[in-house]
């Protein structure tokens, strides 16, 4: 059976939760609040067990909570989870440990609220969405998830030609003429990226986490256990050396464009070659913070995602297309109305006349 961990206030012995508003660990019964270093020092003192990875841990899904010995049930993946019974926040600490624990942490710096606050406002300049897109049980499913990125360090460098054109026009008399000049252009530079960040779970696409940028890394802490409380965490299951195909190729698509946008005044580009080499400088693996829900719609699910650090929203909307069919005959006899009453008038005028 795998093990958990939870945080308890260190005064009164209940679930403590981390609080984004605050950004520390408030206890919902006894009002303490805690902030990382307070915790660290407890569990310096009070955890000496030597959280390794044990390989035998690793296939299994069921876990018991240590607040009421409920059973809970959990995916290869997760790292952190709730009890449904109780509410207690469990980490697995088998799935944090080892080759899988994280180095650092960006706290979530937005809470619920805000984040309840934003899917609601979806539905403003929208009049298409479903009514039931942002109903009550919609966004109860609002949850903070630490979602596992690798940051990688690039180090690119190589050379872009291209040919460019400069086009002038000139007139004499009735006479337009039209010169089009040719020009050999050579680029050359190194450049070097700091913190590409790269989604390591396959469970979410990676075009809604890279839609959710910039997370400002100057944030990031140690990582520490007690962040997790009161939300969901997971592990990554995208290798590094995978993970850094995408930053590889992330820092050789900005490394041309960089070298193409210092081709200026032409009135056209045309790249004729590029030799761009990469090797990677350093990498890191850390949990970053998202409030996300899944919608499911006609059949379809549909994803609202938060930056958890800086509030930025991206989501998929459906169409109620009976509104759309709706709207559109509105729109219709709105407008041939309009239309027969101009006609009516005219004529009025032209009998008047």
């Known amino acids: 059976m795998g093990k958990v961990l939870d945080n308890q206030c260190p005064c009164c012995g209940a679930v403590l939760h981390y609080n984004a508003s605050l950004l520390k660990f408030k206890c919902e019964y006894c009002g303490n609040e805690f902030n990382i270093k307070d915790l660290k020092k407890i569990q310096d003192t009070t955890l000496k067990e030597d959280y390794k990875e044990d390989e035998k841990d690793i296939n299994y899904v069921e876990y018991h909570c240590s607040n009421c010995g409920a059973e809970i049930i959990a995916d290869e993946q997760t790292a952190a989870t709730f009890c449904l019974y109780c509410g207690n926040t469990a980490i697995l ?3 944090l440990s080892g080759e899988f624990k994280p180095s650092k942490i960006i706290p979530f710096a ?3 609220e805000e984040a309840v606050k934003a899917f609601i406002g979806l539905s403003k300049g929208r009049p298409f969405m479903p009514k039931s897109f942002n109903s009550k049980e919609n ?10 990125f690798w940051l990688f360090d690039v180090n690119t460098g190589g050379q872009v030609s291209a040919v460019g054109t400069k086009v002038t026009h000139w007139s004499v008399g009735d006479t337009r ?6 020009y050999d252009l050579v680029r050359k530079g190194t450049m070097q990226f700091k913190q590409i960040p790269v989604d390591g779970s396959t469970r979410f696409n990676d075009d809604l986490m890279n839609s959710l940028e910039p997370f400002f890394f ?9 962040y997790l409380s009161g939300f969901l965490a997971e592990k990554y299951d995208v290798l590094e050396q995978d993970a850094y195909e995408s930053a590889e190729k992330r820092a050789i698509i900005s490394s041309e464009s960089v070298m193409l946008n210092s081709m200026v005044n032409y009135n056209t580009k045309q790249v004729t070659s590029k030799t761009i080499s990469s090797n990677k400088a350093s990498s890191e693996y850390v949990l970053l913070p998202i409030w996300m829900v899944n919608v499911k719609y006609k059949d379809a699910y549909y994803t609202f995602a ?3 650090q800086t509030g930025e929203i991206v989501g998929d909307i459906p169409l109620n297309k009976t509104k759309v069919v709706l709207w559109s005959i509105g729109i219709f006899l709105i407008v041939f109305s309009l239309f027969i ?3 009516f008038i005219i004529y009025l005028l032209g009998g008047a006349v």
């Open 177 to 182: 003429y039209t010169k089009t000049s040719y």
């Open 218 to 226: 100057n944030r990031l802490v140690e990582y520490n256990h007690a």
């Open 110 to 112: 937005k809470d619920k």
């Open 306 to 308: 938060m930056n958890g």
């Open 139 to 148: 966004i109860e499913k609002i949850t903070g998830l630490y979602v596992p």
């Open 93 to 95: 600490k088998n799935k």
């Open 341 to 343: 009453l101009a006609s």
